[in-house]
């Protein structure tokens, strides 16, 4: 349903009854901004108008939307049949697409119901978001196929609810490295992050876990730090290093030169308090303990 080419016939529909945008605007009683838009093609009328909007132009709904399935289903919402067609007819999603910014929320829960009995794709449920109720749109979500398509995802992201995308996120985190969740991280709860990002520590995917480091707490950020140095070294941490905090940098530091590891220092060095650093250095490089620090 191409909202230029109705806009198309309803202009030229009006034109040949001779009739202005405002005369066309009287008769519906909409204002004559409200046909300009829809003569350009930039907004679709109230599916409730369709019939008046018809029978002003002298045309048929099917004349005005075209023939097609999709006529079929705005027909069958104007007259509360939905049920009863559904019954006979099973809604294919691309017609819902279609209809759907004409439809009321209920409405399009209710014929994607009717149409997806055995689940939807996370990329068909990208399209209908923004007409779907939230209630419906958490649960198609939480029982969509291909739910590692991390691109769909982020594109659902601003309409589930927060619960609804930690779950799912939750699921992705077990099939995906959780740098793939770097753009849903905005959306996600902070506990969810650190979550998996402690998990993604556990599995080593460090990179990962430097693209998610902006949106974690700073007490798991620390606890990252510290289970990297101690598994994988210092020089891993120069991703994650902008994110510790300097009492941790300060630690991590201190047992780095106890270690005799100065060199390795460079991952951290821009970050730790360039005072408490060079009284690290000094005191190693005296033989003082390192406890006077």
Not at 92 to 98: F, G, P, S, V
Not at 139 to 165: R, T, W, Y
Request: charged share 25%; proline share 4%; with cysteine.
């Amino acid at each position: 349903m191409n909202m230029h080419e109705i806009g198309y016939k309803i202009s030229a529909l009006r034109k040949q009854r001779d009739m202005t945008q405002l005369e066309l605007a009287d008769k519906m009683g909409v204002s004559y901004q409200a046909v300009s838009s829809w003569e350009r093609g930039s907004t679709m009328p109230d599916i409730s108008r369709l019939p008046e909007i018809s029978q002003v132009l002298g045309v048929s709904i099917d004349e005005l939307l075209g023939n097609g399935s999709h006529t079929e289903i705005v027909k069958t919402v104007l007259t509360q049949q939905t049920d009863a067609y559904t019954q006979d007819n099973m809604p294919q999603i691309q017609d819902i697409e279609e209809v759907a910014p004409l439809l009321k929320p209920s409405q399009v829960d209710q014929l994607v119901e009717k149409a997806t009995p055995q689940g939807i794709s996370l990329h068909e449920l990208t399209e209908l978001a923004p007409f779907l109720g939230e209630e419906a749109l958490n649960q198609l979500a939480e029982k969509a196929e291909n739910v590692g398509d991390i691109h769909s995802l982020c594109g659902l992201a601003p309409f589930l609810s927060k619960n609804a995308l930690d779950k799912l996120a939750r699921k992705v985190g077990d099939i995906e490295n959780v740098s793939a969740l770097a753009g849903l991280a905005p959306f996600l709860a902070e506990s969810t992050l650190d979550d998996l990002a402690l998990k993604a520590c556990d599995a080593s995917d460090i990179g990962g876990i430097c693209g998610l480091a902006p949106f974690l707490s700073k007490s798991t950020v620390d606890k990252l730090a510290r289970k990297i140095e101690d598994v994988d070294g210092l020089g891993m941490l120069s991703g994650l290093a902008p994110f510790i905090s300097k009492d941790t940098l300060a630690e991590i530091a201190a047992k780095s030169i106890a270690k005799g590891n100065i060199r390795d220092l460079h991952a951290i060095a821009p970050f730790v308090d360039q005072r408490q650093l060079d009284q690290l250095i000094i005191q190693a490089s005296t033989g003082k303990s390192m406890q006077t620090v």
